[in-house]
């Protein structure tokens, strides 16, 4: 006998057409709903569920998926120019995906796969330049912010976009200067 599908198997959904219309529905509008995504799927709000457990969780996934794009060096001879490229790419897909910005700012981050692995290079490199611990968590989320607050701040264009980003790569070396200083 075959398996039993779920109600998100029948209606042909998999995670991923989940989340790339839940991706369509915050690039558009800046907000989601689990009503909203099915209706765009042209499916009942319940087959949903099959994929993701709440709206919580489609969002993390949003998240988390745009973060697959960051760069994650490795901590090699110089662990703090690792963790400034990664900053820096950080800022530079959040740039790329400036309607999603909100989104991280409310959530205060990810915690998706993709987020946990940027999470340990970077404290693999905080390690590697001498900050372990507590100290090293702490740095990490105060990178976290800045990259992410920088961003939603690059939205306000107050600054021509060549000399904002000048002004995160400035600010970047004196945080990390600070931090393992």
């Known amino acids: 006998m075959p398996p039993t599908r779920g109600p998100g ?28 995504v099915a209706q ?9 569920y099959s994929h993701v457990a709440d709206k919580t969780e489609l969002v993390d996934g949003v998240l988390d998926r745009v973060l697959a794009q960051v760069e994650a060096p490795r901590a090699g001879s110089d662990p703090v ?15 790329r995906h400036p309607q999603l910005v909100p989104a991280f700012l409310a959530r205060q ?3 998706g796969p993709n987020a946990q692995h940027l999470g340990a290079v970077a404290l693999e490199n905080l390690a590697a330049a001498g900050v372990t611990g507590a100290a090293a968590r702490e740095a990490l989320r105060v990178l976290i912010v800045y990259a992410i607050g ?6 306000e264009r107050p600054l ?4 904002l980003r000048g002004t995160f790569e400035r ?10 200083g």
């Not at 600010?171 to 393992?180: K, Y």
């Open 9 to 36: 198997e029948r209606a042909g959904l998999s995670r991923d057409l989940v989340l790339d219309a839940a991706t369509g529905l915050l690039t558009e509008r800046g907000a989601v709903t689990m009503r909203a």
């Open 40 to 48: 765009r799927l042209g499916v009942a709000p319940n087959a949903l």
């Open 81 to 95: 120019a690792a963790l400034h490229r990664m900053m820096s790419s950080t800022h530079e897909v959040l740039l």
């Open 109 to 111: 981050g990810a915690r």
């Open 150 to 155: 920088f961003a939603a701040f690059d939205g």
């Open 160 to 163: 021509p976009g060549i000399e």
């Open 171 to 180: 600010g970047l070396d004196w945080l990390l200067t600070g931090i393992v």
